[in-house]
């Protein structure tokens, strides 16, 4: 059991949770994953550990509300527990050596960019994050990448905050202004890091996207998170979940990605009228 020793509402359908959990914050590298069950019965669910402090013991997940597992994660407070907390999994995010590098975080991905951009930070690389949400509303850790970032281009999908456009619009302004990155780095959805690697192999610039498929086990064996990189099977849980973005085929990736929309929304709905009887 592992108790949460502090949940904040970051936006209405993103909450971020502080966890007691001292051997997972120990190993914790940014990049990595826990699979956590909110209770004994739900569901294994795959998250990107947010940040961690060892000294303290603890780890930092950010969900959006998607679906009934998170829904029931949602569920649970301050001072309660959750089931299950396994990690830290996958392969850490290969940061050293990068002397400057764009970080591109898009919606709630920007929860699994953000370690990334302050790890990078604490090793002297020169940080330029891009961030983007749809509107004002949905900004999250906008405090946190201004910390971690030597510059930050804020942007959002209507211009209610920061500037209107799409993050490969201010990417590319980056690099015509003549910033030359070792590495781009883009976390988000996958339609997001599709345009972004199509932008960077233009500019031939190394482009690294964190993948978050289907997953069950975490360990390689169920194979439900499958992806084709470079024309051969990879899984995101132990060969990733970073892999190079030009030789991600995003298509299949997208495809795959909503086989099981109708049995999730059928399963959000359950779960809301599961939790409406509760409540009377």
């Given at each position: 059991m592992f108790k949460i020793l502090k949940k904040e509402e970051l936006n209405p359908t993103v909450t971020k949770m502080v966890v007691d959990a001292p051997l997972i914050a120990k190993k914790a590298q940014p990049g990595q994953f826990i699979i956590f069950r909110a209770k004994e019965d739900s569901e294994r669910i795959p998250l990107t550990i947010a940040d961690y402090d060892a000294n303290a013991g603890t780890v930092t997940i950010i969900f959006q509300i998607v679906?009934?597992?998170?829904?029931?994660?949602?569920?649970l407070n301050e001072g309660e527990c959750i089931h299950d907390l396994v990690g830290p999994l996958g392969r850490p995010s290969e940061v050293e050596g990068l002397k400057k590098v764009a970080v591109v975080g898009g919606g709630v991905g920007c929860a699994i960019a953000y370690p990334i951009a302050?790890?990078?930070?604490?090793?002297?690389?020169?940080?330029?994050s891009v961030?983007?949400?749809?509107?004002?509303?949905?900004?999250?850790?906008?405090?946190?990448?201004n910390s971690a970032s030597d510059k930050v281009c804020m942007m959002t999908d209507d211009g209610s905050y920061g500037e209107k456009g799409l993050v490969t619009n201010a990417l590319e302004k980056l690099i015509k202004d003549g910033n030359e990155y070792d590495e781009v780095i883009a976390i988000g959805p996958l339609v997001m890091m599709k345009f972004v690697c199509k932008l960077t192999k233009e500019y031939n610039i190394k482009t690294i996207v964190s993948m978050n498929p289907i997953m069950i086990d975490g360990t390689g064996m169920c194979g439900g998170c499958r992806i084709t990189v470079g024309g051969e099977t990879k899984f995101a849980c132990v060969d990733g979940p970073d892999f190079d973005g030009h030789q991600v085929d995003f298509d299949e990736a997208m495809h795959r990605g909503t086989m099981y929309k109708e049995f999730e929304q059928h399963a959000r709905e359950q779960g809301c009228n599961l939790f409406k009887k509760e409540v009377k």
């Open positions: 679906g009934f597992g998170t829904m029931e994660l949602n569920t302050k790890k990078l930070h604490e090793l002297g690389c020169e940080v330029h961030v983007g949400f749809r509107n004002k509303d949905l900004v999250i850790l906008e405090d946190e990448f």
